[in-house]
């Protein structure tokens, strides 16, 4: 409780109105203010509200919304560009936005190829602004990912990382010297900027004067912020956040709920919680470079063999959804539902019957089968390969528990329902780090289960992940899948700029994915996020929760009265 003490304590000094302070709870203190080297969640929770993109995603349909630009990309077929009009926007120095800035950002990400934004600026031959409020970007080829992608940037000021640019260019580690480079007092076009940030306590950001959405209504919805004051307190656990929302030391926990506390908090009257899905994708993933699971039939048996719903049900509590596409089905214009549902609906003999069967006709044979004369399940014994020799022991890597225990406890289920058809798969945790160095470096594996917690709404991942060309040392497509097929289909959907033909392409890799299997999408966790209801209301609900611009723009204190 010290932190909120010293927060406390601070306002304490000053005049505020603490009706109009919003307080939240995170989990651990932000890393860094540094946008460039920002990676870790509660970082990137502070400078989302102070450095802005051109634009955003509706919080109900998805769609792009014009943000820092004024209207929608103009795009010339001919030129192979786009021209984006700015709106009229001051940073929260008070001086304006430009062109320039925009100009100057990707310049900035194409000089240093900065990590995590290079790939969605390498294709950019040039940027031209013709005036203040005009942006004309000149592709070298299509690219579809440059709506998603390239315009969803954060967006810094010239003034403020010019002399910044100019001093990393002087040293030996040009990129290294400007992502760590100690950002104090961060400029940007944001709802709020930074007050004050007391490491080990509290961080404080302010309204921003000059927010060039104060009073607008952008796609229908009214913006403020309605607040003055953002404080956010660290707490090292779960239990002491959760403490301090039922006291009412804060108003939200910006972190998810683990299925434990639900129960309590359902109960509090004064204390909401959300539920909302994550752009995720949980999986069991094989390596199809060597024997046993280069082979489809078996890892299509093993398909049948997993009960998802005992996972979603009883692993996670209830609180996520199975997953039958690498693409979560909240992300509907690019998510296939025409895919095949492997042991979906079914009872565990129909799963182990349909299982024996895909083997069966493989060439599969048992000493004793799962499967007697009659018809009957008796336990297997022995299984062997098409060729006649026994199937090898081979090993399912998984997280340990005290990483992600719902990995690891998938990971030891489907060993037990892999054995039930005869197969000798053994679990076995290992310190993510070595993990990740035998999958994706040595690709000295047989099985594993991984996943992507928070992925971008743009479907080039999954080319990323199944393309040949990535199947490297490091590289994306850690499973080393080989299609001709889906790289054709992969490479045409990267340069189609009509969403509605990308979209016919993008879901015919989806098919070919289900079919061969490579990846078995498992699950993807819920959000689970708790608010008091009795200081502030207005949370904008969307893929992966209450925690987003729109909420913060549009949260209100409630009056008096509770209304």
């Not at 008796?378 to 090898?392: D, F, H, S, W």
């Not at 528990?401 to 489907?414: C, E, Q, V």
Request: glycine letters at 6%; proline letters at 7%; one cysteine or more.
């Amino acid at each position: 409780m010290i932190y909120l003490f010293m927060a406390v304590a601070v306002f304490a000094c000053h005049e505020y109105d603490g009706s109009r302070v919003l307080k939240i709870g995170l989990a651990e203190e932000p890393r860094t203010l540094n946008v460039w080297l920002a990676s870790d969640a509660n970082s990137r929770k502070v400078l989302s509200l102070i450095y802005q993109p051109l634009y955003v995603h509706d919080p109900e349909t998805l769609d792009l919304v014009p943000w820092l630009a004024e209207s929608m990309p103009v795009y010339d077929a001919r030129a192979l560009s786009y021209t984006v009009t700015l709106r009229q926007a001051r940073w929260s120095d008070g001086t304006p936005f430009t062109s320039r800035d925009v100009a100057f950002t990707g310049r900035l990400i194409q000089s240093f190829k900065v990590p995590r934004y290079a790939s969605s600026w390498k294709f950019i031959a040039r940027i031209d602004t013709p005036d203040p409020r005009t942006v004309i970007f000149s592709l070298k080829q299509p690219m579809a990912a440059f709506l998603s992608g390239t315009l969803a940037t954060p967006i810094v000021q010239e003034k403020e990382w010019s002399g910044i640019v100019d001093q990393a260019n002087n040293t030996e580690k040009p990129l290294a010297t400007l992502i760590n480079h100690r950002v104090m007092h961060p400029v940007g076009t944001g709802p709020f900027s930074l007050m004050q940030w007391r490491q080990g306590a509290f961080l404080h950001l302010k309204k921003n004067p000059h927010f060039f959405g104060n009073g607008q209504t952008i796609n229908g919805r009214t913006l403020g912020p309605f607040v003055d004051d953002l404080v956010y307190s660290v707490y090292g656990t779960s239990d002491v956040a959760i403490l301090a929302l039922k006291k009412g030391d804060i108003d939200m926990f910006w972190w998810p709920i683990q299925p434990g506390y639900i129960s309590d908090l359902s109960r509090q009257k004064k204390i909401r919680l959300f539920t909302n899905e994550k752009s995720a994708l949980y999986f069991m993933g094989f390596n199809l470079r060597r024997p046993p699971f280069s082979d489809a039939a078996l890892r299509r048996a093993v398909a049948y063999l997993i009960d998802k719903e005992f996972i979603v049900s009883r692993i996670l509590q209830g609180q996520g959804t199975k997953m039958f596409s690498v693409v979560p089905a909240e992300n509907r214009f690019w998510c296939c539902t025409d895919l095949p549902r492997y042991g979906d609906g079914m009872n565990r003999e129909s799963r182990l019957k349909a299982a024996y069967q895909v083997l069966v006709d493989a060439g599969y044979s048992w000493a004793v089968p799962p499967v007697d004369a009659a018809g009957n399940l008796q336990p297997a014994r022995e299984i062997r390969l098409p060729g006649g020799q026994p199937l090898e022991r081979f090993t399912i890597l998984t997280p340990p528990a005290d990483y992600d225990p719902h990995r690891a406890t998938s990971g030891l289920m489907i060993q037990e329902w892999l054995r039930e058809l005869g197969m000798p798969a053994y679990a076995r945790p290992m310190a993510f780090s070595s993990m990740l160095d035998q999958i994706k470096g040595n690709h000295d594996f047989d099985a594993f289960i991984l996943g992507y917690g928070r992925l971008r709404l743009d479907p080039d991942y999954v080319r990323n992940l199944f393309h040949s060309d990535n199947d490297k040392a490091r590289g994306w497509n850690m499973s080393g899948y080989h299609n001709s097929a889906f790289d054709e289909l992969a490479d045409r959907s990267t340069s189609e700029i009509d969403p509605y033909k990308r979209q016919v392409l993008v879901m015919e890799m989806q098919k070919l994915i289900a079919r061969d299997l490579p990846y078995i999408p498992l699950y993807k966790p819920s959000v689970v996020e708790a608010v008091r209801t009795d200081r502030f209301d207005g949370w904008v609900e969307m893929l992966e929760g209450i925690g987003n611009i729109w909420s913060m723009c549009q949260v209100k204190p409630v009056k008096n009265d509770g209304t």
